[in-house]
């Protein structure tokens, strides 16, 4: 068979489930022809070499058609669905659903039944908690106008609520967005303005929003290499939970490849330019990115020469001294012993049922311990008592048996 070669570039969906990564719509290299129904996997279980891609094409089963700038997260009960939320429908075929659902466990598809308060957005950056919570700030609504409102998808329950507004940064699109350990969500970069006239917003100030609280803060930003304004970045958390990266991105023009890509310490809010080896790549935007084992894997994006260049690109992140650009993946080398808190490796379960799970296996331990004494203690007791009688028998036998032969001679 022929091996699949999707036409997607950017303002697809991506979207890490069991490893693999799901990719869904967009729009081809030009950035104006929509791909139709393209939907794929590429399988991260196994080593690959970037130059040599194999796609599993499944678009066979996909039922969107035409679907741009929207938004996906993993999430439901078992932690394997993937949540697509809102984009712009280029097709007159059907009317979109608001939120689709793709079972990866059976293929199929469903949809969620919309609340009347919730609206069709576009160009925003989806982030899923760990309770399985999908919060959607920002984004371009259909009348062209941005927003600054939070709408929060819980993806277990399938129920709608509307987050705080108080403190929100402006109204904004394609920004860059990452779930910090303390459960905060930093929002990064980004486009403000409206369809006629747009600003790059400035990397000196980032926006901090507690899952927890429900509350907004924004945090000044120092360092001496503070990142230009950009939009379309992405934002991923380190190995190591104390900094973010951001890569690519666009202000007036793609962002120069020596000054793509920056650390940002989440203690301290202070920038840095990591280094770097394994050659610089050409600088992307309207891509994506995660951090999957030791490597930070970027897909797609506007910027690059697909007939040359290769729809991902990897940087083992691994030593915070030095990253390294390479084409070889290899999931059988984990990351350091020192990187303690790994993104990819997100609980699929409730950590509160967690909390319940390991009380509750813990006093099962205990009480199985105590009830296994108690029956040790029983068990030896008669045992004894069995071993006693049975000597006690035995004496008695002899006793009784000795003087009878004794009366026979």
Request: glycine share 8%; net charge positive; with cysteine.
């Amino acid at each position: 068979m022929t091996p699949f070669k999707p036409i997607v570039s950017s303002r697809n969906t991506a979207t890490l489930i069991d490893n693999k990564l799901y990719i869904l719509g967009g729009y081809d290299d030009s950035g104006t022809i929509p791909v139709g129904k393209e939907f794929f996997y590429l399988d991260l279980s196994v080593p690959f070499n970037t130059q040599n891609l194999l796609w599993h094409d499944l678009s066979n089963i996909n039922i969107i058609q035409s679907i741009v700038a929207a938004t996906s997260v993993n999430g439901g009960i078992n932690n394997n669905t993937l949540i697509m939320y809102g984009g712009r429908n280029l097709t007159k075929i059907e009317n979109l659903a608001l939120v689709y659902m793709f079972d990866t466990q059976s293929n199929s598809w469903s949809k969620i039944v919309e609340d009347s308060y919730v609206s069709r957005k576009r160009s925003l950056s989806a982030v899923v908690d760990y309770d399985r919570k999908m919060y959607l700030f920002g984004g371009w609504l259909i009348n062209n106008e941005y927003t600054n409102d939070m709408f929060i998808l819980d993806t277990i329950n399938l129920s709608w609520r509307i987050g705080s507004s108080l403190n929100a940064p402006v109204p904004m699109i394609n920004y860059g967005a990452t779930l910090l350990p303390n459960k905060n969500i930093i929002y990064i970069g980004g486009m403000i303005g409206s369809e006629k006239k747009n600003e790059s917003l400035a990397l000196n100030d980032v926006y901090l929003y507690d899952t927890i609280n429900d509350k907004w803060s924004i945090k000044k930003t120092s360092g001496p290499s503070i990142p230009s304004k950009r939009f379309g970045l992405s934002v991923v958390l380190g190995l190591d939970g104390k900094q973010v990266i951001i890569f690519g991105g666009k202000e007036n023009t793609i962002i120069n490849p020596k000054k793509s890509l920056y650390n940002l310490n989440i203690n301290t809010f202070e920038w840095s330019i990591p280094n770097v080896s394994g050659g610089i790549s050409k600088s992307r935007y309207f891509h994506k990115a995660h951090v999957i084992g030791k490597y930070m894997v970027i897909s797609f994006g506007m910027g690059y020469d697909k007939s040359v260049e290769s729809d991902i690109l990897l940087l083992d992140i691994n030593n915070n001294n030095e990253y390294k650009w390479t084409t070889i993946f290899d999931p059988s080398t984990p990351p350091s012993p020192s990187s303690p808190f790994l993104p990819s490796l997100r609980p699929s379960t409730n950590p509160k049922t967690l909390s319940r799970i390991i009380p509750a296996a813990m006093a099962g331990a205990i009480i199985g311990s105590l009830f296994g004494v108690i029956l040790l203690s029983f068990g030896s007791y008669f045992l004894y008592k069995w071993s006693k009688n049975n000597q006690n028998q035995k004496h008695i036998t002899r006793t009784i048996l000795i003087p009878h032969s004794y009366s026979n001679c």
